[in-house]
């Protein structure tokens, strides 16, 4: 949990921030992929399987090789060579498709109808959701209750799985998702999912086209809010965190604390804010890109 | 303190990182200035003054603040517009020179004698040395004693406290300067300081023509070693830090990283090795520049 007093002061209120961009695997999405693998695990899964070319095959390759058990990623043809890389690093099996051509999802089913993998989703699954969750568990532990928790929304399982662990203990939970994509804030208003199409963000970890299923019910029953925020904003985000606290953040990694310094999070001064830096996966060669 | 299993891999021992950037005002230069201002307060001092323009200036005018007490920092006229920014942000006075033409230190004098100012030297300094050991004796406190421990060195304040805070605890102290900079190596090799000129280094935390008087003592009385690192392995330890530890070093900040990344340190196989990464104060746009 890092802190900033000069943080603190632009936004005039006290922030902790849970520095997820150090966790292994440079992401929460370790948190649910080790809770999924520990439960398959237990029930006699030895092959695991996705088709999140992200930070949640990283996690799955990771957490899979720990357990002793296969991983198999689908990943486009076209995904970055450092990403790959990591995942292969990990010891996963990588198979490649037409990101153009073939539908991913379909291809997974097929893979595991083939070599009996377990299919383990990005973020519409309850142990996923339940892992995601330790990361405001973990924050609570450490600062004590608070006023708000931010965090980035795109699939909704780091949102979802907060607003279980923080029941009772924080007045609001608030998703940041891009501006341009409103799957999140259009799903809460019309209390179902809604599908939107991929949107160009420098955010990579929220263009998902829905909240999913198990998510979207989680955040309507604990009537989580959802604000948007722009590339340009989250851009500034990052360099705030670089400059001054001198930690690096994706871009979805710095929505929830672009959100604080813009005043899209109302009325909250003087309160406690918690906000998860989800993740810092971002190649050096983009950063100085973006920056 | 950060550790990293792709380090550990990269470097085939185990690495404690002491993340002195951060520290408050960035850099472990807090530490010393923190200590200094106490002693002086409690004699009664209410003005202090240096002629650092660096992460030592900056550092004293937040303790001087913290204090209450006034604080004067003497800056090139040409110094970044950053780092007068930040020392100004803290509350001190700024007293501008010319570098090519005033000597800082005679001024520095001249203002002492004028306001009553005490001075605290960057480095050359009982009390400095004394603060600055404070990271290795939190370092050690957390990970347990150490078989290497490493920091960069400019005036020696840093690592001549270490030594004294290491004592009987590490088995060799490492310092690490710039390969075109000298004045470590030889000095250790005289037995007595050793004047060299600027050089060209992106290392601007340690350009010192000289280590200090009282740190070099405490550094040939515990046996210290000091080896070189070129300007471009020190930027490819700042990459590894900010791709794999999500984490941004300054130039001079990533200098122990670099020796342990490119055996520069000898025999470590299988080793605990603590690297103190002393500062993260760099711009963005000069980052982005280096990378």
Do not use: W
């Not at 970055?80 to 292969?88: D, L, M, Q, V």
């Not at 804010?273 to 973006?290: E, M, Q, Y």
Request: with cysteine; net charge neutral.
């Amino acid at each position: 949990v890092l802190t900033s007093r000069a943080l603190d002061e632009a936004v005039g209120a006290t922030l902790f921030l849970k520095a997820e961009n150090l966790q292994r695997s440079g992401a929460f999405k370790i948190r649910g992929a080790t809770n999924a693998v520990a439960i398959l695990g237990a029930r006699g899964v030895r092959h695991v399987a996705t088709y999140s070319s992200g930070n949640h095959g990283q996690a799955l390759a990771l957490a899979a090789a720990e357990a002793g058990m296969l991983c198999t990623v689908l990943m486009p043809t076209d995904a970055p060579e450092g990403k790959s890389a990591a995942t292969r690093g990990y010891g996963a099996k990588i198979v490649t498709y037409d990101r153009y051509t073939q539908d991913r999802r379909a291809l997974a089913e097929q893979l595991a109808s083939d070599t009996g993998a377990t299919i383990v989703p990005p973020f519409d699954d309850a142990a996923i959701v339940a892992g995601q969750g330790t990361a405001v568990l973990e924050l609570l532990e450490d600062v004590g209750d608070l006023d708000v928790v931010v965090t980035p929304i795109g699939g909704g399982g780091l949102l979802a799985g907060s607003c279980l662990a923080a029941a009772g203990r924080v007045t609001r939970l608030v998703g940041v998702e891009p501006d341009a994509r409103r799957a999140a804030r259009d799903a809460l208003a019309a209390g179902h999912q809604v599908e939107v199409p991929v949107v160009r963000t420098i955010c990579d970890g929220q263009q998902t086209e829905r909240v999913g299923e198990i998510p979207l019910a989680v955040l309507l029953q604990h009537r989580a809010e959802v604000v948007g925020v722009t590339d340009d904003e989250v851009v500034a985000a990052m360099r705030f965190l670089l400059h001054r606290g001198k930690v690096l953040v994706e871009p979805s990694g710095a929505a929830g604390l672009a959100a604080a310094l813009t005043g899209r999070l109302g009325r909250v001064a003087g309160l406690r804010i918690g906000v998860v830096l989800s993740g810092g996966n971002v190649d050096v060669s983009r950063l100085t890109g973006l920056l």
